[in-house]
């Protein structure tokens, strides 16, 4: 089997700044034990684990905080918690990608102006629900701003969202705020399914960008797998194939790709 890993992969930027803030302060004496993670900080169950071991404690409300520090995740979080959180007298350590940062900078200078502001990705996801905060409710009748979640699918965003908004609205302004990382590993992944005959997505199920890519996977019609770890790899996948690609998201480290590459291999060389 020729397996070939998409030239960029391993940790982005964003999440490599989240892991490096949450253990410098995970080593700082002064928060032993005392250090909360609202959320995942990553979308990366196995790497949240890790950190975990070190001390952090994952929470699902900041009222479960009692005194110490909170950390943002690399996704933002929205702006009554961040009240809360300085309310409490909790101290605040903010992990936020600086590429979502820009989201927020954007979206709040389009308050400002009094626009409409649409955010396009999942209502569900941490960063979105940030951004929903920063936005509000309201605003002008004729003009709307459009802003993306950092890690939509480049070719879902902007063409059919315009046609639709020129009707309603005199002025619509449109910001790319696809991050350029997620934007490098779809174009990446788009490349790879050209000349591979079955493509492994590792990331996490949790993880935005991942399941972005396993999309563009998917939809390709290319035979692709997604997975967490390298056991989810089954021999069938490469039957009868001979050329394999692995893409992996945002929040996966180099040697979890490093072990599904060995995996694979061990699993074809089997016969
Ligand atoms: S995927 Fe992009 S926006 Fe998200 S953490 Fe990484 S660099 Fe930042």
Redesign the pocket.
């Known amino acids: 089997m020729r397996i070939k890993v998409a030239t960029h992969s391993g940790?982005?930027?964003?999440?490599k700044?989240?892991i490096n803030i949450a253990e410098k302060n995970l080593a700082d004496p002064r928060y032993k034990n005392k250090i909360y993670s609202l959320g995942a900080i990553?979308h990366n169950p196995q790497v949240v684990d890790d950190l975990s071991k070190k001390g952090l404690k994952v929470i699902k409300d900041i009222s479960s905080a009692k005194k110490g520090a909170v950390i943002i995740s690399?996704?933002g979080a929205p702006i009554e918690t961040i009240e809360k959180i300085k309310a409490m007298g909790l101290k605040l350590i903010d992990a936020s990608?600086?590429?979502?940062k820009y989201?927020h900078d954007i979206v709040k200078r389009l308050k400002r102006e009094g626009y409409r502001v649409l955010i396009i990705g999942d209502k569900k996801h941490p960063?979105v629900k940030a951004l929903l905060s920063l936005a509000g409710k309201g605003g002008n009748k004729a003009k709307i701003g459009v802003v993306s979640q950092?890690?939509q699918n480049k070719g879902n965003y902007i063409k059919e969202v315009l046609d639709i908004l020129k009707e309603d609205f005199k002025e619509v302004r449109v910001f790319n705020t696809?991050?350029?990382?997620?934007s490098r590993?779809q174009t990446l992944a788009r490349r790879l399914l050209k000349d591979r005959d079955v493509v492994i997505v590792v990331g996490g199920r949790n993880s935005?960008?991942t399941k972005r890519l396993w999309q563009i996977c998917k939809e390709s019609g290319a035979s692709s797998f997604h997975i967490e770890t390298p056991g989810e790899l089954k021999k069938s996948y490469f039957r009868g194939k001979s050329r394999a690609g692995i893409v992996s998201?945002?929040?996966t480290p180099d040697s979890m790709v490093k072990k599904v590459a060995q995996k694979i291999k061990n699993l074809t060389k089997e016969g």
């Open positions: 940790f982005c930027f964003g999440v700044r989240a990553i690399s996704h990608c600086p590429f979502v989201a960063e950092t890690t696809i991050c350029n990382d997620t590993r935005a960008n998201g945002a929040s």
